[in-house]
């Protein structure tokens, strides 16, 4: 008699099984639209995509630096937020004091450039297909829910498009204050990187 219980119960055993695992994987896929670093990311992407563009190649990579940076600036006060390893959080100011000064840079060449031919569209194109890189990047990263952890996954992302677009600025760009702003972006935020990807290395 027993043994026609067994079937039954083995088949719900299973189902419960099955049923937690796929909510688990929902359970993920959950965390990374809730991410607000994600989300920030979202923005950012948004209201680029919405900025005027002049075609003069330095003009609009100062603007879309502005927001780039603000982007950044809005992830590593949320990693401070809600962060717990100090070394992520020294880092997160870091970039905060010092994508603050850029920004104030590029506004400041904003106020007195006026855009100017010859136009580029293809540096326009080059930055859109270095965003999507970013953002590609970034959705294919597992995020954990461990502010430290994501925070350092995406800012890795997030540096290598700046370096992506300060390139491009470099191959097109004409003015000697946005070039020399693109060569500090690169140089500085390649040592980012490299830190970022050798705490990862040790925490994950």
Not at 129 to 150: F, G, H, I, L, Q
């Amino acid at each position: 008699m027993f043994r026609l219980f067994r079937l039954p119960l083995l088949l719900l055993l299973v189902i419960s099984v099955l049923f937690t695992a796929c909510q688990k994987g929902h359970d993920m896929d959950d965390m990374a639209m809730d991410s607000a670093y994600m989300n920030i990311m979202m923005d950012m992407m948004t209201q680029m995509d919405a900025q005027v563009k002049t075609q003069d190649p330095d003009h609009d990579y100062a603007a879309q630096m502005v927001l780039h940076h603000e982007a950044a600036i809005k992830m590593a006060e949320e990693q401070l937020r809600t962060g717990t390893n100090q070394e992520m959080k020294t880092t997160a100011q870091a970039v905060i004091t010092k994508q603050r000064a850029e920004i104030a840079q590029f506004n400041a060449f904003l106020n007195g450039h006026q855009p100017m031919p010859p136009f580029v569209p293809q540096f326009n194109q080059l930055q859109k297909t270095n965003m999507d890189k970013m953002m590609a990047a970034s959705d294919a990263r597992s995020m954990t829910a461990k502010p430290d952890v994501d925070f350092a996954q995406l800012m890795v992302d997030h540096h290598q498009a700046a370096i992506d677009n300060s390139e491009a600025l470099l191959q097109y760009g004409r003015n000697a204050t946005t070039r020399a702003l693109a060569q500090a972006i690169i140089a500085d935020q390649r040592q980012e990187i490299a830190a970022l990807q050798n705490w990862l290395t040790r925490n994950r």
